[in-house]
């Protein structure tokens, strides 16, 4: 597995290199910004095909708009809701507390999943913005520029409007242009969600990490590796894994069917006296009919971190925080009823929720540490 330190100076070096040859190649003239950690690819031909996109079935584009601001309206309630309700739960024993963490690689996720949050992160960045560009061009105004950005590790895409412009738009334009974002990352969580749930039936568990030298490595058993059933018992979740071995002494000698195939270990003794297989850390394991298993997991992988993402980038970026669209949404719909105060009302809210997600962050971390998915 790669380490922290190994990972870091890859990225470094990873940097290094690109800064370099952007600079001795000058590959500004292919429309290449390449800064210290960043990389900016700014396409006219995206621009053309965002214009040429919102021209074609128009109507269906409208309608899809307007139910984005009653969407976005929603989001950002529920957005400032699981703040403040999270809030109250740590303060109360019986209360039921959803952790927040920021999404580290390497310190709140693993590694080895940065993979598939970046497929998974760039089609919901992409969707997102795509989105608001055909958004903008519905309402007649102008795209300044449009492009996909890199920004470390993390992937990202803009589409510039021309600022004037929009602000002399009508505040329902508006609205349309600043809500559709997330409703489109909604819509494309719940596309993911539909597909895991109708194309994916249990079927074992997948091993994501071993001890050092335990039944399982000693085996020959490694990441993405799947068992289905131990001595002919199917195993087909977590749960069904965790009763089986309750009823497994010591030395005992198990045969699991794997992908591998049938492979025989001995059980030893875990850290509380009971008896372990070397199965630190697992997922279950959802088979797609005739992909195999290796293409399985890799398409669950990452259906699921595009639903963890797209549903989380959805809900929070309508919170009514600078520099969230929810910000933007919340100032225009309130100007609608609000004729004095509202920079002030503006600047109070975003403190607010300011204040609101960073008190979230603080529990979660004082709770529960680092955790690292």
């Given at each position: 597995?790669?380490?922290?330190?190994?990972f870091?100076?890859?990225?470094?070096?990873?940097?290094?290199?690109?800064?370099?040859?952007?600079?001795?190649?000058?590959?500004?003239?292919?429309?290449?910004?390449?800064?210290?950690?960043?990389?900016?690819?700014?396409?006219?031909?995206?621009?053309?095909?965002?214009?040429?996109?919102?021209k074609?079935?128009?109507?269906?584009?409208?309608?899809?708009?307007?139910?984005?601001?009653?969407l976005?309206?929603?989001?950002?309630?529920?957005?400032?809701?699981?703040?403040?309700?999270?809030?109250?739960?740590?303060?109360?024993?019986?209360?039921?507390?959803?952790p927040?963490?920021?999404?580290?690689?390497?310190?709140?996720?693993?590694?080895?999943?940065?993979?598939?949050?970046?497929?998974?992160?760039?089609?919901?960045?992409?969707?997102?913005?795509?989105?608001?560009?055909?958004?903008?061009?519905?309402e007649?105004?102008?795209?300044?520029?449009?492009?996909?950005?890199?920004?470390?590790?993390?992937?990202?895409?803009?589409?510039?409007?021309d600022?004037?412009?929009?602000?002399?738009?009508?505040?329902?334009?508006?609205?349309?242009?600043?809500?559709?974002?997330?409703?489109?990352n909604?819509?494309?969580?719940?596309?993911?969600?539909?597909?895991?749930?109708?194309?994916?039936?249990?079927?074992?568990?997948?091993?994501?990490?071993?001890?050092e030298?335990?039944?399982?490595?000693?085996?020959?058993?490694?990441?993405?590796?799947?068992?289905?059933?131990?001595?002919?018992?199917?195993?087909?979740?977590?749960?069904?894994?965790?009763?089986?071995?309750?009823n497994?002494?010591?030395?005992?000698?198990?045969?699991?069917?794997?992908?591998?195939?049938?492979?025989?270990?001995?059980?030893t003794?875990?850290?509380?006296?009971?008896?372990v297989?070397?199965?630190?850390?697992?997922?279950?394991?959802?088979?797609?009919?005739?992909?195999?298993?290796?293409?399985?997991?890799?398409l669950?992988?990452t259906?699921?971190?595009?639903l963890?993402?797209?549903?989380?980038?959805?809900?929070?970026?309508?919170?009514?925080?600078?520099?969230?669209?929810?910000?933007?949404?919340?100032?225009?719909?309130?100007?609608?009823?609000?004729?004095?105060?509202?920079?002030?009302?503006?600047?109070?809210?975003?403190?607010?929720?300011?204040?609101?997600?960073?008190?979230?962050?603080?529990?979660?971390?004082?709770?529960?540490?680092?955790?690292?998915?």
């Open positions: 597995m790669v380490d922290i330190p190994t870091l100076l890859a990225l470094a070096v990873f940097w290094s290199v690109l800064y370099l040859g952007g600079r001795i190649f000058h590959l500004e003239k292919y429309g290449l910004e390449v800064g210290p950690a960043y990389l900016v690819y700014k396409s006219k031909r995206l621009e053309r095909a965002l214009d040429s996109v919102s074609r079935r128009s109507k269906l584009w409208r309608t899809s708009c307007n139910i984005s601001i009653v976005g309206a929603g989001l950002m309630v529920y957005a400032v809701y699981i703040f403040v309700n999270n809030i109250l739960a740590f303060t109360s024993p019986q209360g039921i507390v959803t927040t963490f920021l999404i580290i690689p390497g310190i709140t996720i693993r590694l080895y999943w940065l993979p598939y949050f970046l497929v998974a992160g760039m089609i919901i960045v992409v969707t997102h913005e795509v989105a608001h560009g055909i958004a903008v061009r519905l007649k105004v102008p795209i300044v520029s449009a492009g996909v950005v890199l920004a470390l590790v993390f992937p990202g895409a803009f589409v510039e409007s600022e004037k412009k929009f602000e002399e738009a009508p505040v329902v334009s508006k609205l349309r242009i600043v809500a559709v974002g997330s409703a489109t909604l819509v494309t969580g719940l596309l993911a969600f539909l597909l895991l749930s109708t194309l994916f039936t249990p079927a074992g568990i997948v091993i994501l990490e071993t001890t030298g335990g039944p399982l490595e000693k085996a020959g058993l490694r990441r993405w590796d799947i068992i289905s059933a131990i001595d002919e018992t199917p195993i087909l979740n977590i749960f069904a894994l965790e009763n089986y071995m309750e497994v002494n010591v030395g005992d000698t198990l045969i699991l069917e794997t992908n591998k195939g049938k492979i025989e270990v001995n059980a003794e875990g850290s509380e006296g009971q008896a297989i070397g199965l630190t850390y697992f997922w279950n394991y959802f088979s797609c009919g005739p992909l195999g298993s290796m293409l399985s997991v890799q669950y992988a259906l699921s971190w595009m963890l993402l797209a549903i989380s980038i959805a809900i929070f970026n309508m919170l009514p925080l600078y520099p969230f669209d929810g910000d933007k949404f919340f100032y225009y719909a309130l100007g609608k009823v609000v004729k004095r105060g509202l920079r002030e009302i503006r600047i109070l809210t975003s403190v607010v929720c300011l204040g609101l997600m960073a008190t979230t962050l603080l529990l979660s971390f004082i709770r529960y540490g680092l955790i690292s998915i």
